[in-house]
């Protein structure tokens, strides 16, 4: 039996407008780019950023790549692209005082450049590396991608050019051509299939001093990217307060309803189902758990019955909560009490 298609968590991104906007510039029709990425063209093409899931950002740079008949397009974008939204981040990178304090701002507002882009610095008495990935895809999420945010993290922490990294890595297998990365990248030494995507400065060229360094303007600058991470979502947050509306409302004999859990929270069911799409999990799943976790918390009181925990977990019999119990647990709910004593 196929498993439920993996979810994820959406989060803010100028990426598809601007991409969109680059197709239609190129004489190319965007609509189906904006389709790879589940987007209204009309809507996303004049926006300045839309909420959208890593995969779905990814699907659209390779279409994009294959529309352009350009195989590293994604190499260019960075700087080809012609966004709306004001790049808090940009500006910080272009405030701070050296590589590895542009590198640590990386860090810090990774999902900035890419949605669910994560990074890490590692740092050697010979070297600095900035190592890009994307956590809960352990192969990546393609060449196109995985160029589009070296590219990116590389201009940043250089300022566009004066540093060439010592070497690189790549998450995807080795494709076709590489010397148009070799010329993007300003390295030969590519290595491909790595665990992560990445690259590495030499120590001295880490800490040089970058031009225009301004801590004032790099305060400001660090406050706005705060706040348009802020409008990243958290996995979970809303989630969460579901959940804890879902447990208020146990007890019944029946499980909560999402148009009840929605009322409850001011706002119509199909709002509901889309902060949760965001945050990549759905309703019956957090419906789930919070029943499990309310009948772990009874199964503690043993002045309880079984009959009476199935109750107050919103199952109309004890039968129907064992199995359910089961399944959560692996053994029935009497067998859990026994043990956990």
């Given at each position: 039996m196929a498993g439920r298609p993996k979810l994820e968590t959406k989060g803010p991104s100028a990426l598809p407008p601007a991409l969109l906007r680059l197709v239609r510039a190129r004489g190319l029709d965007p609509a189906p780019i904006a389709a790879a990425g589940r987007l209204d063209v009309e809507a996303a093409e004049h926006a300045d950023e839309v909420a959208i899931a890593p995969s779905s950002a990814a699907q659209m740079l390779r279409l994009a790549s294959e529309h352009l008949a350009e195989p590293h397009v994604a190499l260019a974008l960075p700087a080809e692209l012609p966004f709306r939204r004001y790049d808090a981040l940009a500006l910080a990178a272009r405030a701070a005082a050296s590589p590895r304090a542009v590198a640590a701002l990386v860090v810090t507002y990774a999902p900035l450049v890419f949605p669910g882009l994560a990074a890490s610095v590692d740092a050697s008495a010979?070297?600095?590396?900035?190592?890009?990935?994307f956590p809960g895809h352990p192969r990546g999420l393609g060449l196109a991608t995985d160029e589009y945010v070296i590219a990116a993290v590389l201009a940043l922490v250089t300022r566009g050019g004066g540093i060439a990294p010592r070497r690189a890595w790549i998450a995807?297998?080795?494709?076709?051509?590489?010397?148009?990365?070799f010329a993007a990248l300003g390295?030969?030494?590519?290595?491909?299939?790595?665990?992560?995507?990445?690259?590495?400065?030499?120590?001295?060229?880490?800490?040089?001093?970058?031009?225009?360094?301004?801590?004032?303007?790099?305060a400001t600058a660090t406050h706005l990217a705060s706040a348009a991470l802020a409008n990243v979502p958290r996995k979970g947050a809303f989630a969460d307060v579901v959940a804890t509306r879902i447990a208020a409302s146990l007890g019944r004999g029946e499980a909560p309803a999402a148009d009840a859990i929605a009322a409850d929270l001011h706002m119509s069911t199909r709002t509901l189902q889309r902060r949760l799409d965001d945050e990549g999990?759905?309703?019956s799943d957090v419906l789930e758990r919070a029943r499990e976790r309310r009948a772990r918390e009874l199964l503690a009181d043993e002045s309880l019955g079984l009959a009476e925990i199935a109750y107050?977990?919103?199952?109309?019999?004890?039968?129907?909560?064992?199995?359910?119990?089961?399944?959560?647990?692996?053994?029935?709910?009497?067998?859990?009490?026994?043990?956990?004593?």
């Amino acid at each position: 039996m196929a498993g439920r298609p993996k979810l994820e968590t959406k989060g803010p991104s100028a990426l598809p407008p601007a991409l969109l906007r680059l197709v239609r510039a190129r004489g190319l029709d965007p609509a189906p780019i904006a389709a790879a990425g589940r987007l209204d063209v009309e809507a996303a093409e004049h926006a300045d950023e839309v909420a959208i899931a890593p995969s779905s950002a990814a699907q659209m740079l390779r279409l994009a790549s294959e529309h352009l008949a350009e195989p590293h397009v994604a190499l260019a974008l960075p700087a080809e692209l012609p966004f709306r939204r004001y790049d808090a981040l940009a500006l910080a990178a272009r405030a701070a005082a050296s590589p590895r304090a542009v590198a640590a701002l990386v860090v810090t507002y990774a999902p900035l450049v890419f949605p669910g882009l994560a990074a890490s610095v590692d740092a050697s008495a010979s070297e600095l590396r900035v190592a890009l990935s994307f956590p809960g895809h352990p192969r990546g999420l393609g060449l196109a991608t995985d160029e589009y945010v070296i590219a990116a993290v590389l201009a940043l922490v250089t300022r566009g050019g004066g540093i060439a990294p010592r070497r690189a890595w790549i998450a995807s297998p080795r494709p076709p051509s590489i010397t148009p990365l070799f010329a993007a990248l300003g390295t030969s030494e590519i290595d491909f299939g790595a665990d992560d995507t990445g690259f590495a400065l030499a120590a001295e060229a880490a800490d040089r001093p970058l031009p225009g360094a301004d801590p004032r303007l790099l305060a400001t600058a660090t406050h706005l990217a705060s706040a348009a991470l802020a409008n990243v979502p958290r996995k979970g947050a809303f989630a969460d307060v579901v959940a804890t509306r879902i447990a208020a409302s146990l007890g019944r004999g029946e499980a909560p309803a999402a148009d009840a859990i929605a009322a409850d929270l001011h706002m119509s069911t199909r709002t509901l189902q889309r902060r949760l799409d965001d945050e990549g999990t759905r309703f019956s799943d957090v419906l789930e758990r919070a029943r499990e976790r309310r009948a772990r918390e009874l199964l503690a009181d043993e002045s309880l019955g079984l009959a009476e925990i199935a109750y107050r977990t919103g199952f109309a019999d004890l039968a129907t909560f064992s199995r359910a119990f089961k399944r959560w647990s692996g053994m029935p709910p009497g067998a859990y009490r026994r043990r956990t004593k």
